[in-house]
Nanobody, 127 residues
Framework: QVRLVESGGGLVQPGGSLKLSCAVS????????AAWFRQVPGKEREAIAC??????LYGDPVKGRFTISRDAAQKRVFLQMDNLKPDDTAVYYC??????????????????????WGQGTQVTVTS
């Protein structure tokens, strides 16, 4: 059974940094596709970064500022967020596919492409 638990959210000033962590169990982070999404009230869940065995993709709003990575020994997927902006304020979710999918593809996969989710962690960027 795949289980995901996010941590690392919090309150940060514009221009600051945060590193989100997703502790995983039930799958191999080197083989299974994982992603970070975010959601604000009244809007759909937005894919922002995807990591697979073969590739790595980012959404335009975070490209150049956010970095997705993994540590197989720690069984974690990370999202390093730099130069944060107020528009980055959202609940951030870690997601994964329970089957082995080696590519993120040409575009960020939608939420429906993932069958395992964490509970979310709040990130608030404000001065």
């Amino acid at each position: 059974q795949v289980r995901l638990v996010e941590s690392g959210g919090g309150l940060v000033q514009p221009g600051g940094s945060l590193k989100l962590s997703c502790a995983v169990s039930g799958f191999n982070v080197n083989l299974h596709r994982a992603a970070w999404f975010r959601q604000v009230p009244g809007k759909e869940r937005e894919a922002i970064a995807c990591l697979s065995a073969m590739d790595r993709l980012y959404g335009d709003p975070v490209k150049g500022r956010f970095t997705i990575s993994r540590d197989a020994a720690q069984k974690r997927v990370f999202l390093q967020m730099d130069n944060l902006k107020p528009d980055d304020t959202a609940v951030y979710y870690c997601a994964a596919t329970s089957t082995i999918i080696a590519h993120c593809g040409d575009y960020l996969p939608p939420a429906g492409a993932f069958d395992s989710w964490g509970q979310g962690t709040q990130v608030t960027v404000t001065s």
